[in-house]
């Protein structure tokens, strides 16, 4: 059996962890869109069956719901960028370490300005 050059074999560092996040979050997103647009249509079959679902929403589990979602598609734009400029610029797989520390930081940023003003309204009513 050949054995394979030293230097090939993916090593599962950043990359390898943004990549299974961006497909997580990728698949985290598509669920949600598809249940938004079946429990939407109901409105067309049934108003009052579209205003339960819509009030069984409301609870502070849906919102911690709701974070998490945003949560990911923050994470899924920005990293995508990331992937763009990684297969796109020509500096890309050399600076994509420091740009995933970037996607991390603007990720970080984005949520604790969303989670404050998100929870106060979950948790306050307001």
């Not at 394979?4 to 390898?16: C, D, F, I, S, V």
């Not at 962890?17 to 997103?29: D, E, F, K, M, N």
């Not at 370490?97 to 984005?110: E, I, N, P, Y």
């Amino acid at each position: 059996m050949p054995k394979t050059p030293a230097g090939t074999l993916y090593r599962g560092r950043e990359g390898m962890w943004s990549w299974v996040a961006h497909r997580i979050t990728g698949v985290v997103i598509f669920f949600f869109l598809l249940v938004h647009v079946l429990d939407t249509s109901l409105v067309r079959v049934s108003p009052e069956a579209y205003d339960a679902v819509i009030g069984a929403y409301k609870n502070p589990i849906m919102g911690l719901g709701e974070l998490g979602l945003v949560g990911a598609i923050v994470f899924h734009a920005f990293n995508g960028l990331r992937v763009i400029l990684v297969d796109f610029w020509k500096k890309g797989p050399a600076y994509q370490r420091q740009m995933l520390w970037a996607v991390g930081v603007l990720w970080a940023l984005t949520m604790i300005g969303f989670s404050i003003r998100h929870l106060s309204i979950v948790f306050g009513g307001h």
